[in-house]
């Protein structure tokens, strides 16, 4: 926390309670960054290539980035302007939030969840509401349908959950939409949707054919992919968001005018050009996802369900500790003080040295301890 008093120019309240921005701990060169989901996958040479032949530095890009939503359109069967592209899905959960939720109005989601929803509610000085998540690490989609009320304006869903790792099911996904007022916005935030392997998760593209078969039953839901994480272009900032085109809209008329670069829509184009050879890295990455989620349960650590490219530790108030013990062994992890420690799932040879970690530093925890299996 910080203090507006300490600020020279008067900065809104909201802001100035919030704690600055700050990226998890850089990995040195002999670490393992294991901290930010990222893809340990070197970009394919094409992908390179699209980008290097990508227009000139002095030319803007193209505003709405027609050529990636033409192709996504394509891929899932809806129209163009029922894509929107953003830098980085992150960008256009700030607009969307931006666009329903100001002073007075409410915006809903779980909690431990993404780190940057709290924050984007009190960007636009709305009141963030969170609905802790069940003892299973998961979605309460009851609690957070009850906790709508009459200044609700947006609520996230995330699936799978960043940083805990369940899916919401698609069938409690239905009933939780059937109790949500029309008018609401719902946010499905699918950033790790290519990693799923768990029947019965929910789908955005499901949701949505659901909805256009059903002559736009559900016109408040907007599903949101990146190009971040399963296509590993994190660096280019790439997302997209597809939904009603009135919300999309509104979506549009907060973002900051062409902040998504040519370059970073010629490494999409050319990722779906090659998504065949990308989702086949991915099924690499969540055979090793699951293999080391069942080591550290077999280890003694109470791991939920881990469908993104991570796996989640709950060490509660151990937590700050042991993300030093793997800090000092070259792993970088991302601790959340109090609550547990996200680990990637990144080089296979780093699978072995976080095994051999967690193995150690879960012995040393009371048997009672909440994140410990019980056998
Ligand atoms: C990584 C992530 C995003 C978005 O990442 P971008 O790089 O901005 O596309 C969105 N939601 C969740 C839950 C994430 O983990």
Same mark, same amino acid.
């Given at each position: 926390?910080?203090?507006?008093?300490?600020?020279?120019?008067?900065?809104?309240?909201?802001?100035?309670?919030?704690?600055?921005?700050?990226?998890?701990?850089?990995?040195?060169?002999?670490?393992?960054?294991?901290?930010?989901?990222?893809?340990?996958?070197?970009?394919?040479?094409?992908?390179?290539?699209?980008?290097?032949?990508?227009?000139?530095?002095?030319?803007?890009?193209?505003?709405?980035?027609?050529?990636?939503?033409?192709?996504?359109?394509?891929?899932?069967?809806?129209?163009?302007?029922?894509?929107?592209?953003?830098?980085?899905?992150?960008?256009?959960?700030?607009?969307?939030?931006?666009?329903?939720?100001?002073?007075?109005?409410?915006?809903?989601?779980?909690?431990?969840?993404?780190?940057?929803?709290?924050?984007?509610?009190?960007?636009?000085?709305?009141?963030?509401?969170?609905?802790?998540?069940?003892?299973?690490?998961?979605?309460?989609?009851? =609690?957070?349908?009850?906790?709508?009320?009459?200044?609700?304006?947006?609520?996230?869903?995330?699936?799978?959950?960043?940083?805990?790792?369940?899916?919401?099911?698609?069938?409690?996904?239905?009933?939780?939409?059937?109790?949500?007022?029309?008018?609401?916005?719902?946010?499905?935030?699918?950033?790790?949707?290519?990693?799923?392997?768990?029947?019965?998760?929910?789908?955005?593209?499901?949701?949505?054919?659901?909805?256009?078969?059903?002559?736009?039953?559900?016109?408040?839901?907007?599903?949101?992919?990146?190009?971040?994480?399963?296509?590993?272009?994190?660096?280019?900032?790439?997302?997209?968001?597809?939904?009603?085109?009135?919300?999309?809209?509104?979506?549009?008329?907060?973002?900051?005018?062409?902040?998504?670069?040519?370059?970073?829509?010629?490494?999409?184009?050319?990722?779906?050009?090659?998504?065949?050879?990308?989702?086949?890295?991915?099924?690499?990455?969540?055979?090793?996802?699951?293999?080391?989620?069942?080591?550290?349960?077999?280890?003694?650590?109470?791991?939920?369900?881990?469908?993104?490219?991570?796996?989640?530790?709950?060490?509660?108030?151990?937590?700050?500790?042991?993300?030093?013990?793997?800090? =000092?062994?070259?792993?970088?992890?991302?601790?959340? =003080?109090?609550?547990?420690?996200?680990?990637?799932?990144?080089?296979?040879?780093?699978?072995?040295?976080?095994?051999?970690?967690? =193995?150690?530093?879960?012995?040393?925890?009371?048997?009672?301890?909440?994140?410990?299996?019980?056998?």
């Amino acid at each position: 926390m910080s203090d507006a008093a300490d600020i020279p120019v008067r900065v809104r309240p909201g802001i100035a309670s919030l704690p600055p921005y700050k990226q998890g701990t850089q990995a040195g060169p002999d670490a393992y960054k294991l901290s930010s989901n990222e893809n340990p996958f070197d970009p394919l040479p094409g992908v390179l290539q699209a980008v290097q032949s990508a227009s000139a530095f002095n030319r803007y890009p193209d505003a709405t980035a027609t050529r990636l939503r033409e192709r996504l359109a394509a891929r899932f069967g809806v129209t163009l302007d029922e894509v929107h592209i953003g830098a980085g899905s992150v960008s256009i959960l700030a607009q969307l939030v931006l666009a329903t939720s100001g002073p007075g109005d409410e915006v809903v989601y779980a909690w431990r969840s993404f780190e940057a929803y709290p924050w984007l509610a009190v960007l636009a000085g709305a009141t963030p509401v969170q609905v802790p998540l069940t003892a299973d690490s998961r979605h309460d989609l009851d =609690a957070m349908a009850d906790a709508v009320t009459g200044r609700t304006r947006a609520i996230l869903v995330c699936s799978p959950n960043n940083p805990t790792g369940p899916v919401v099911g698609q069938d409690e996904f239905d009933a939780f939409i059937q109790r949500v007022p029309s008018d609401i916005l719902v946010i499905l935030d699918e950033a790790y949707a290519e990693f799923v392997t768990a029947p019965g998760a929910v789908d955005g593209l499901t949701v949505l054919g659901n909805r256009t078969r059903g002559g736009a039953e559900l016109p408040n839901v907007v599903v949101l992919r990146t190009f971040s994480k399963a296509f590993g272009l994190a660096a280019l900032r790439v997302g997209y968001a597809i939904g009603h085109p009135r919300i999309l809209d509104a979506a549009r008329t907060t973002a900051i005018p062409l902040s998504v670069t040519a370059h970073a829509e010629a490494a999409a184009l050319a990722s779906l050009d090659a998504e065949e050879e990308l989702l086949e890295r991915v099924r690499h990455i969540g055979a090793r996802r699951d293999r080391l989620a069942e080591a550290l349960r077999d280890a003694g650590w109470a791991v939920p369900q881990a469908q993104g490219n991570f796996v989640w530790l709950p060490a509660h108030e151990n937590t700050l500790a042991i993300a030093e013990t793997f800090t =000092a062994a070259g792993l970088i992890v991302r601790p959340f =003080a109090g609550d547990g420690i996200r680990i990637s799932v990144g080089e296979e040879e780093s699978v072995d040295e976080v095994l051999r970690i967690a =193995a150690s530093v879960v012995e040393d925890l009371p048997e009672a301890h909440p994140g410990r299996r019980l056998a």
